[in-house]
């Protein structure tokens, strides 16, 4: 140890640095199954446009389906659910054109 003017004595200890590095986790992301939800939801809205909206509704419940075997498949889950809403609305609205046609 060294002696300093005033009678201190100065420590001269290694000093240890630690370096941490930390990763973030990658995000997951499930394209299909969001363009999936998307989908569904514009065919949802679009319902009153025949040829659109089959289109739509199509797209949408075949990329959800493909979607949902991804990590993560929330969106796609729920654009499967919105496809198959889109369905029932689809399966009334081409039976009620069947019956008006009929009952004419």
Do not use: H, Y
């Amino acid at each position: 140890m060294d002696t300093l003017e005033n009678g201190q004595q100065s420590a001269q200890q290694p000093v240890q640095q630690t370096v941490i590095v930390q990763q973030e986790p990658q995000r997951k992301s499930n394209g299909i199954g969001t363009a999936g939800f998307v989908l569904s939801l514009v065919a949802l809205f679009l319902c009153w446009i025949p040829v659109l909206d089959w289109i739509l509704w199509l797209l949408g419940l075949i990329f959800s389906a493909i979607g949902v075997f991804r990590v993560p498949r929330g969106l796609a889950i729920a654009g499967l659910c919105i496809s198959l809403l889109g369905l029932i609305i689809l399966i009334a609205l081409v039976g009620s054109l069947v019956a008006l046609i009929a009952a004419s």
